[in-house]
């Protein structure tokens, strides 16, 4: 049967490991409960906050694509960067999200039907700033715009854990092909902009694969999108569902990059 995994990662910070391996993460604070992503909006999210006894958690969205906003409508205070505001609506359909979970959960395990998931969020979204902070009682959480993914994407910074919630922005595999996505140049200004953040946090924490990880990843990227733009990256075919791109650089058959570095990037070669 389809079941979130719970995970604590300390005291105050819980990783909801979704039906369809995407993470989300829960932080209680002594006041407040944060949920920061809702995945494909299985319905097993719900159950997995009742084991945890939490009701109304104020949702942070890191950005609107499927398996990150998709269970929005479940919840009453969702914020999401105003930028990704027009994504949701076609990402979080039903069509997409039952689409996401058929890829991403193996064919036997497949007992899901469209009442599993919650419906579309129709509007109602609150403005995610960057710099905005929410106190959730001894421990804090700013968010950060990193464009790029998408337009709206955030990161959040918890400084009291020394960790930063990286979501889908900067990672081993880092989707920057689609149309909603920054072009290389952009994304390369906005991680030389988003270093001024490393002196307060150590940890990373990824919405798929290993959670955790080290800010190796944000160095690996500028020098990647560096290659990229001299054109001098592995430029490796890549394909996904029905997507071509190229993968900046080269990786084994575990996908882990074949120089031992972290971070790597999925582009598109008119996407520059
Ligand atoms: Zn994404």
Not at 20 to 29: E, I, N, P
Not at 65 to 86: E, I, K, P, S, T
Not at 109 to 129: C, H, I, V
């Amino acid at each position: 049967m389809l079941s979130c995994q719970i995970i604590p990662l300390n005291q105050y910070l819980t990783q909801i490991i979704d039906p369809t391996g995407v993470s989300c993460f829960l932080l209680q604070g002594s006041q407040e409960s944060v949920l920061i992503d809702t995945g494909t909006g299985m319905r097993q999210l719900l159950q997995a906050l009742e084991d945890l006894s939490v009701s109304s958690p104020l949702v942070l969205l890191s950005h609107g694509h499927a398996d990150h906003a998709g269970g929005a409508a479940w919840f009453d205070q969702v914020y999401l960067n105003r930028l990704d505001w027009q994504l949701v609506q076609k990402h979080c359909s039903l069509d997409m999200r039952m689409g996401y979970a058929r890829f991403a959960i193996p064919p036997e395990e497949q007992t899901f039907a469209s009442d599993d998931f919650a419906p579309l969020k129709p509007d109602g979204y609150k403005s995610l700033e960057s710099g905005q902070i929410f106190n959730l009682g001894g421990l804090s959480i700013e968010a950060i715009h990193v464009p790029g993914h998408t337009q709206g994407s955030m990161c959040f910074l918890v400084p009291e854990l020394r960790i930063m919630i990286y979501g889908d922005a900067c990672n081993s595999n880092t989707f920057l092909f689609d149309e909603n996505a920054s072009t290389v140049s952009g994304y390369y200004e906005t991680l030389l902009d988003f270093k001024k953040y490393d002196e307060f946090y150590d940890t990373v924490l990824f919405s798929h694969g290993p959670v955790t990880g080290s800010k190796q990843v944000l160095e690996d990227n500028i020098e990647l999108c560096e290659k990229i733009i001299k054109r001098t990256d592995d430029a490796m075919p890549f394909a996904f569902m029905d997507k071509q791109a190229l993968r900046a650089a080269a990786v084994d058959e575990n996908l882990n990059r074949l120089d031992g570095r972290i971070g790597n990037i999925i582009y598109s070669e008119n996407r520059i």
